[in-house]
């Protein structure tokens, strides 16, 4: 079945600054690659996503950039502000409907002022 | 509803007894997923329904761990005999056909 490795475990970037979390998955049949933000207490949140039919994908200062041949997708924040500070998870899935969702095991960023 | 609804919020149970945790999907999303979270751990899938086809069971860590979802709508995750590992919090999601998912508040269960 498909795994999802997900880098760095934490990260802890000054405001102002970029962070970047990468991914890498093992099922070359998944072309779904969500990303969500779970602030303390609170529930996992879609923030953006990609299909395979595209490399990069952006939303105001967050981009997702797809590499299908190595398997490897990443999400860059640019400007980092204080409200940024969560757990990011990545995952993966497949098919064009509907379909279970493998998450990485999270991403702590913690954003210095 | 606007969202998924979970419920209860919390949970406290005896080791041994048994638990019902319930999900309210978005109405008019096929597809309803469980999901475990540990203290600080990532999101572990349990299982999935998408419409009528039989769920996909693989994420459960044993037999104690059952679920069901009737009429295409509403889910109960069960967990008989509550161990202390199993204490978590349980988010349930559900998704349209082809979009991400929306996750519920979760419930926080606890086996003291």
């Known amino acids: 079945g498909e795994n999802v490795e997900q880098h760095p475990s934490t990260l802890s970037v000054q405001e102002g600054d970029s962070a970047v979390i990468k991914c890498t998955y093992s099922?070359?049949?998944?072309?779904?690659f969500p990303w969500y933000k779970q602030e303390l207490g609170k529930r996992p949140q879609l923030i953006i996503d990609?299909?395979?039919?595209?490399g990069e994908k952006k939303d105001q200062r967050i981009a997702v950039t797809l590499n299908k041949t190595a398997k490897h997708f990443s999400l860059h924040i640019t400007e980092t502000q204080p409200e940024d500070s969560a757990v990011y998870f990545c995952?993966?899935?497949?098919?064009?409907?509907?379909?279970?969702?493998?998450f990485g095991s999270g991403t702590r960023l913690s954003i210095r002022p | 509803g606007a969202g998924v609804s979970q419920s209860p919020s919390n949970k406290v149970t005896e080791k041994g007894k048994d638990v019902e945790l319930r999900c309210d999907p978005i109405?008019?999303?096929?597809?309803l997923y469980w999901y475990r979270q540990s203290l600080g751990q990532g999101l572990e899938f349990l299982i999935y329904?998408?419409?009528?086809?039989?769920?996909?069971k693989s994420g459960l860590p044993s037999d104690r761990f059952s679920a069901e979802r009737t009429g295409g709508s509403v889910s109960t995750l069960t967990i008989q005999r509550t161990q202390q590992e199993d204490s978590a919090v349980y988010l349930c999601?559900?998704?349209?056909?082809?979009?991400?998912?929306?996750f519920g508040s979760g419930t926080r269960l606890t086996v003291v």
């Open positions: 999601a559900s998704s349209p056909r082809v979009t991400g998912y929306t």
């Open positions: 099922d070359s049949a998944s072309n779904y």
């Open positions: 109405s008019g999303h096929t597809a």
């Open positions: 990609i299909r395979s039919n595209v």
């Open positions: 329904f998408q419409g009528n086809s039989a769920p996909d």
């Open positions: 995952a993966a899935s497949k098919g064009s409907s509907a379909s279970k969702i493998i």
